[in-house]
């Protein structure tokens, strides 16, 4: 009976353990609480847009869509009616091979497009990527294929290609050389007609096609490079010290705008550049080399050149002017200036940023994107030029709460066609409208895409540690109630020169991160997102960050600014704050968990930086000056290795070992590290993968890993 009674009073105290334990699991809510309302498999099933380009004719638009790893290209051209499109799918490329489609071309008369398929190779320690580990290799290739469809053919082993104004013939690099092959010639042989030092790059016909245009790199300064078809002859335009980064033709064939930028001899790549030798416009005579300044940005700001992405960062319009992207006001705008030289007119004024850009056929409508009015999303707006040289006022063509980025106009000159997103639906090509958006594809989203079961990210801004304003997206997990406390993860995207937005990003690296937040909160995590110092969108200061990266890492500011946010919320378990990123958001993982274990329990750092010293002697001769010394010095302290020490908290290192951004040893002397300090750390590790992972299949393992290690590390689940 005694014996009895014992196992009867630990039974109860057991019971009274179990309520105890069921009435604060209820204070503090669990991600297994959650029902879970849908799969990474299929969050990441709709195709994912990589770039759209219109044709020359009949109003045609290609894509290259990625779905499910399956990378492909897509065309779409007006209905009979002219009332809508239609879209088909071009090639059938079907497997999760990890090969890149890219450069799209169209021939003059739309019939045929031209295309890579491959990644590029970088010497001979970093071939063309093979993520799928086929056994004899891959190579980078030129393939043709017809728009009507039918099976592509390959052109030559190559990249970089150019077709020229009449489509007969394209221009390619391989080898180290430019060659020309003929497009009229059935399996015409490839013919090499330049070998030059130096690397080349930007090949261009002249729209006359009679000459062949290029920048011809040589470390320290480059030239812009002019080949005769007909002479066989090579001339270089006013060449310099300096760097010729970037030309456009002028529309008879006859001139060349030239970007030079002033040499500027730099100890370490990542560090401040408020501030330099002013770069200018030229123009060049094709036929003598001369060149002349038009155009010169003033001391100060704006006196370093920041670009756009566009395919050009000059664009030659109609009235004879050239119109630029300058941040004289501390924000990316767009100026104009006559190309017979003068004073540079602003034409988007406000405190915003431009940039994606593009240029109708006639040179009459400047396209581009904006966070105009809507600093943490992005609209389309256009400007319209003259032949008399009169400009209009920007005109907002989109608007609302959704993202429009990459606009381009079709043949007709007058159609545009964006790409746009949501928080609910990715990126997907639609045509605009009066204002309206009309989507060119709908068809191709899953019928069980998840996305009205996402939850809307909201703006916030917090302080910094040390009081900057710092914007985020915040993800709050559905159906959230009062009085619940849930465990939470901050996320730090990469670049740095990047913005992430209140919705699917317009960058395939990051539409899969956010489907991964979205799907972190629907399992109950409270997440956000942090557009941290040193990012784009909110002017020159703010990305050129003082004392940001190996320079001091004041970042770190912002991610503890994040973890105290947070900290103080009422629907967040302060004890249970995680964080995540990948490249630049690896480093600042790193940087949070060594110095700051007491706030962040746990973090998943992919492909990150831990030693700025394992990069950037490379980038310095002047190992032993003392400059590079104490910038060395401060590189270290800047570093997750200098904080190693002080780090207790579990790691999850996630890394391709053909990473070429960050160095695969980054992630081998952390773990060393790491293991000799006792921390718990655990690794996923990617043969043959690149930096931004290839294959879709490593995309989901990597995010099934990372749920598996929140949830043991700051839930507690087995």
Known sequence: MKKYRSRRKCALVALEHMICLTALLIGFLTP???SQSFTMQQALSAPFPESLSAAPAKG???SLAD??????IWVAEP????????SRQLTHYSEDDGQELTNILWTPDAANIIYIRGGDAQGPTHPVPNPALSPLGVKQQIWEVSADGGEPRLVADGNSPAMSPDGKTLAFLALGQVWTVSLEIPNAKPVPILQMRGSTRGLRWSPDGSRLALVSDRGDHSFIAVYSIAAKSLNYLDPSTDLDSDFTWSPDSTRIAILRIPFVKAAFEYQIHRTGPPWSIRVADVATGQGREVWRAANGMGSVYQPITSEEQLHWVAGGRLVFPWERDGWLHFYSVPVAGGTASLLTPGEFEVEQAS????RRLLLFDS???DIDRKHI????????????SPRALTSGSGIETYPLVTSDNATVVVLRSDAHLPLRAAIVEDGHLIDIAPHTIPSDFPGSRFVEPQQVIFPAADGLAIHGQLFLPPGLKAGERHPAVVFFHGGSRRQ??????????YSQVYAMNQFLASKGYVVLSVNYRSGTGYGLNFREALNYGPAGASEFDDAMGAGLYLKSRSDVDGKRIGCWGGSWGGYLTALALSRASDLYAAGVDLHGVYDWGLILPALSPDSASPEHMAKAQLAFASSPIASISTWRSPVLMIHGDDDRNAPFVETVQQAEALRKQGVDFEELIFPDEVHSFLLRRNWLRTFAVMEDFFDRKLVGKQ
């Open 79 to 86: 209905d009979a009616n002219r009332k809508g499109y239609t």
């Open 67 to 72: 779905i499910d790893g399956r990378r492909n």
């Open 32 to 34: 297994a609480a959650f």
């Open 60 to 62: 045609r638009i290609a």
């Open 381 to 392: 707006w256009s400007l319209s030029f003259t032949e008399g040289g009169s400009t209009g």
């Open 359 to 362: 240029m109708s056929h006639d």
């Open 500 to 509: 992430m937005l209140l919705g699917w990003h317009y960058g395939e690296y």
């Open 371 to 373: 966070n105009q009015g």
